[in-house]
């Protein structure tokens, strides 16, 4: 076998000699019962598998992670990794003969950093692949097609051919001319004989990557724990959670929204708890992608029947959910913070996420949620905030009958908003106030209108919406305050 590499330009260490020779041995032990190859004479199997793979190491550098597609008995991935120990690969094969021995091979030849994939990669397979090779017979096109949808900008095809590929070539489509380069045509011998080859690479030129979801046939089989009964005991748990009485009683919330998920996840890594999708989910974004994955690989995926998804996306958003421990808020401690405080007494879940919105664009010091306010991580209300109440500075505070008594008590400055109040343009902010807003319907009790603003609106309209009026002015604080 030595003879045979050294001739053909080759040198290897003795642990990769050892690795082929042990390769070989196991090869010629099981080909009878698996019918890895049909290539028998020593001298052809070292020549036209072992030579032939590790050759192309020699015409190009090969992008790893690479998967290896149609790997059968290990070919080109285990010489691959025998002559590259550094470069990850996958061996995708959809023969259970084979893939066990292949894990075999990798078992008794020590390999690391080998996975072993044992389905036919389709568009429900998706891998962090930057490259691509295969010997398998199928078209160059339709390789093409198979990968395009997981290898990233940049990520490379390697297709092993024969000698004569030409009309396979001339039968790439035009969409895959759009979506892929080719940076490498070269035709070679196999040296000292004269076995033609041909190596084709190709480069992704576009940066489109799809991930798709489904409840396959075996559910075991599947991304994720599948659930396709309503009794499923986690649904019904994560179903409580589209009620505020579910989020109070389980801590727990669900955040709906690609970029709230995102946000939440990277914010709070320690309050996530698992991801929920629905069945026949086609997901576009890397960083969505990663999360899935995640946790995929953590078991704390979800891959819901479609129906029963659709009754958690209560925004009918139709991509992954994130569901998660409640952030603990710290009660008000009764002082006053520097700058503008905002009050909430609002008991929409819409008012009081647009107003929290509204409270971190303007940088005030603290938001005090009320007792009577609705619940600051409502799915409404965190919708409603654009994912700013998973960073507003927010403290639980008492009702509004005890907070008003702390007021008198503490003879802490507020500032309320009143129809009955100075006009907002003719009035002067404290250094360091509190801003209550009046509840929707009710108002504020009368004892913390003393210094009221008012906000000029047309004589036929009754009032402003809560949040609205909240938001303009925190914009006449900050604007001012700019000013001074």
């Known amino acids: 076998m030595e003879e045979l590499f050294t001739g053909a330009g080759i040198a290897l260490s003795r642990a990769q000699l050892d690795r082929f020779w042990a390769f070989h041995l196991l090869i010629e032990k099981h080909n009878d019962e698996l019918d890895l190859t049909r290539i028998r004479r020593f001298d052809d199997i070292v020549i036209k598998h072992f030579i032939d793979c590790i050759h192309v190491t020699a015409l190009c550098e090969l992008a790893g992670p ?28 959809t ?38 090779i295969t010997r398998a017979l199928e078209s160059a096109d339709d390789t093409l097609n198979r990968v395009h949808h997981f290898l990233p900008k940049c990520g490379r095809v390697y297709l092993m051919k024969g000698g004569e590929a030409g009309d396979d070539l ?46 396959l046939r075996d559910e075991n089989e599947s991304v994720g724990t599948v659930v396709t009964s309503p009794d499923n005991k986690s ?8 009620a505020i009485e579910g989020i109070r009683k389980q801590r727990r919330l669900i955040v709906s929204g690609p970029r709230q998920v995102v946000e939440f996840s990277r914010s709070f890594p320690e309050l996530t708890q698992g991801v929920v999708i629905g069945d026949g989910l086609v997901e576009t974004d890397d960083e969505i992608m990663r999360l899935v994955r995640a946790h995929a690989e ?8 479609k129906s029963l998804f659709n009754e958690l996306d209560g925004f009918n958003t139709g991509r992954p959910l ?48 009320l007792k009577e306010c609705a619940h600051s991580f409502h799915p409404r209300a965190v919708r409603s905030s654009g994912g700013a109440v998973f960073h507003a500075p927010l403290a639980a505070g008492p009702s509004l ?11 802490l400055p507020v500032v309320s908003l009143d129809a009955a109040g100075t006009p907002i ?22 004892d913390l209108k003393r210094d009221a603003v008012s906000i000029p609106i047309a004589r036929d309209v009754e009032s402003l919406n809560a949040a609205v009026a909240a938001s303009i002015a925190l914009f006449a604080w900050k604007t001012r305050q700019g000013k001074a």
């Open 66 to 93: 690479l998967v290896d597609i149609g790997t059968g008995a290990g070919f080109p991935g285990i010489p691959l990794k025998i002559v590259r120990p550094e470069l990850e690969i996958v061996l995708a094969d």
């Open 95 to 132: 023969r259970s003969k084979r893939t066990d021995f292949l894990a075999l091979v990798v078992a008794e030849l020590g390999l690391e950093g080998v996975h072993i994939y044992p389905h036919k990669v389709t568009d429900l397979s998706f891998f962090e692949a930057n490259g691509v």
């Open 170 to 215: 001339r039968a790439i489509s035009a969409e895959n001319r759009r979506r892929y380069a080719t940076v490498m045509d070269r035709t070679y011998e196999l040296p000292n004989t004269d076995h033609q080859r041909r190596l084709i690479v190709f480069e992704k030129i576009d940066s489109a990557r799809t991930a798709t979801y489904r409840i």
């Open 235 to 242: 649904f019904k748990e994560m179903k409580r959670l589209t």
């Open 298 to 305: 953590s078991r704390t995926l979800w891959l819901l029947k």
């Open 322 to 369: 994130l569901v998660a421990a409640l952030p603990d808020i710290p009660a008000w401690d009764g002082t006053l913070a520097p700058g503008c405080s905002l009050v909430l007494p609002f008991q929409d879940p819409v008012n009081a996420g647009s107003a929290i919105r509204s409270a971190a664009a303007f940088g005030v010091a603290r938001i005090i949620v």
């Open 401 to 411: 009958a005890e907070f008003a008594a702390i007021v008198r008590e503490s003879r």
């Open 425 to 446: 343009d003719e009035f002067s902010f404290p250094v360091s106030f509190l801003l209550v807003p009046g509840m929707e319907g009710p108002g504020l009790p009368d």
